[in-house]
């Protein structure tokens, strides 16, 4: 009997040991791998642990993470995606720069879901640094509801979702929780991890919502930009196009219609106090003051050359800078007999949630060669209808010159690539 209980006794010890370690080792940390650049003591190490974990991030191909690197639209838009486990779309996206983006599908599947960005039709702003206010909007529309920029910062703040980064300027919401500055990778992980933790990390009833509509991807892209307040909402590379285009003809349409009105010539001189507040409409008043004012009389001279740009828009336009309050762009002039084509330098900025013309300038060919495609070539030519063909690519005088025939009375002409100049007559050896 006393070795019975003896063994009873020995058992009961050993299931008492085996649930008191069952239960140490339950209460154990997890113990994630994480990356060689985000060590024990790094801020986001618990955030980026977790994401890493979860399949949200994956780091770059030398195993490091990058905390300190500013994070892109194109990065954010792919954590978005593996934390909320958006469903793939069959529809695709036009954009406007036609070439493959690594993070399409992504992109694709966002805007089925009607989520507010800047980059779903370029790439260039894909690729751009992206700003906290954006964040804050995209986050809490996926994760909560549909709200502006400023409800959006609130919802975070009052979650603890964020605590801010201007502390002293808690009168303004939007400067407290800087909304225009750029984020790194370890504060983007870092509010993906705290609304996780918050109970936001499920899709919203408002972006489900817009999924199941089924509607046209490039129309839920119009109504996704709309979403993106003004203060943030970056143009696009035809939209940058078309507003440079309003307001160039804006300001060439009034100076025209002025003059005709009030019928002023190079000799009767143009009253710029009637000109001011109509140019006002379209440019900066450092520009309208400035250049626009010195170069008034211009408009009514039978002069060679036009104090604006013949600007080619819609065969070259190149964005250079590209922010959500400033946008700088580049196009060319083709030769116009006596001046030559140039390179011309477009400059707008956003007042008070309107784009006007800053500036506008011309770049001369010894500085900068207009250096042409045989396809602008074309497109320049056969503006007006004409048809022409390519007999051949040479050079003469030492600059690139296309032959080019006319397909409807046969005359062949040499066009210079470097400044679009024309050689009428063109010698035999050249065509051969």
Not at 8 to 30: E, F, K
Not at 367 to 373: A, G, Q
């Amino acid at each position: 009997m006393k070795k019975l209980l003896s063994i009873l006794v020995s058992i009961l010890c050993l299931c008492v040991a085996m649930g008191i370690q069952s239960n140490a080792l339950a209460a154990a940390p997890v113990k994630y791998s994480s990356f060689p650049d985000v060590k024990s003591d790094h801020y986001a190490y618990e955030a980026v642990a977790w994401a890493k974990e979860k399949g949200i991030i994956s780091g770059y191909e030398d195993g490091s993470f990058g905390p300190n690197n500013k994070v892109s639209e194109a990065q954010l838009v792919v954590m978005l995606n593996n934390l909320y486990k958006l469903n793939k779309t069959d529809g695709e996206i036009t954009k406007d720069t036609p070439s493959k983006h690594w993070a399409d599908d992504v992109y694709n599947s966002l805007a089925s879901y009607g989520v507010p960005l800047n980059g779903y039709i370029d790439d260039t702003i894909r690729n751009q640094p992206v700003k906290r206010g954006l964040v804050a909007q995209a986050l809490v529309y996926l994760g909560h509801d549909n709200l502006d920029l400023n409800n959006s910062i609130q919802f975070l703040l009052e979650h603890e979702i964020s605590t801010g980064q201007n502390h002293d300027k808690k009168d303004n919401v939007l400067e407290f929780f800087g909304y225009n500055n750029e984020l790194t990778r370890a504060q983007v992980v870092t509010f993906l991890y705290m609304m996780n933790q918050s109970g936001f990390g499920k899709v919203s009833e408002a972006a489900s919502n817009t999924a199941k509509k089924g509607l046209a991807l490039d129309e839920l892209v119009k109504q996704s930009k709309a979403k993106v307040d003004p203060e943030l909402n970056i143009l696009s590379k035809n939209e940058a196009k078309n507003v440079v285009k309003e307001k160039l003809s804006g300001i060439v349409d009034t100076f025209k219609r002025l003059g005709e009105e009030n019928n002023w010539s190079f000799e009767n001189h143009p009253d710029f106090t009637i000109l001011r507040p109509e140019l006002l409409k379209y440019a900066t008043p450092t520009f309208t003051d400035g250049f626009l004012k010195d170069v008034k009389d211009e408009f009514y001279c039978s002069c060679d050359v036009p104090p604006y740009p013949y600007a080619a828009l819609d065969i070259r336009f190149n964005v250079l800078e590209n922010t959500s309050d400033r946008v700088v762009a580049s196009s060319i002039v083709f030769d116009q007999m006596v001046s030559g084509g140039s390179t011309v330098y477009f400059t707008l900025v956003k007042q008070n949630g309107k784009w006007f013309m800053e500036n506008y300038r011309w770049v001369t060919l010894q500085e900068e060669p207009i250096n042409l495609t045989w396809e602008e070539v074309k497109a320049n030519m056969e503006r007006d209808g004409t048809k022409v063909e390519l007999l051949n690519t040479t050079k003469h005088d030492g600059k690139k010159l296309y032959i080019v025939k006319y397909i409807k009375d046969k005359t062949i002409i040499g066009v210079y690539a470097d400044n679009s100049g024309h050689l009428f007559v063109v010698p035999d050896e050249l065509l051969k």
